[in-house]
């Protein structure tokens, strides 16, 4: 099942960008918190920061919120395997 990025909610139901009707608990966010990634991958709030800052992973900030996109979490926790 693949889901697309760019979610638009509508009431219990979301409509991703490439039509599909999806229940909301059926959608994955498209980006973790700092905290969500330190968890993810077993390390310290300030490591993360640490991966961010050289690059390693990439961020955005979104109402002072540093937002992580999960894809390139996964990206790295495969690179790591």
Do not use: Y
């Amino acid at each position: 099942m693949n889901i697309c990025e760019g979610q638009i909610v509508n009431g219990n139901c979301a409509i991703t960008s490439c039509g599909e009707k999806r229940s909301i608990s059926e959608i994955k966010p498209a980006f973790m918190t700092l905290r969500e990634v330190a968890i993810r991958l077993a390390v310290g709030e300030k490591t993360v920061r640490r991966l961010i800052d050289r690059g390693i992973l990439p961020r955005n900030r979104h109402l002072g919120k540093i937002l992580i996109p999960v894809k390139a979490v996964e990206r790295l926790v495969e690179d790591s395997n």
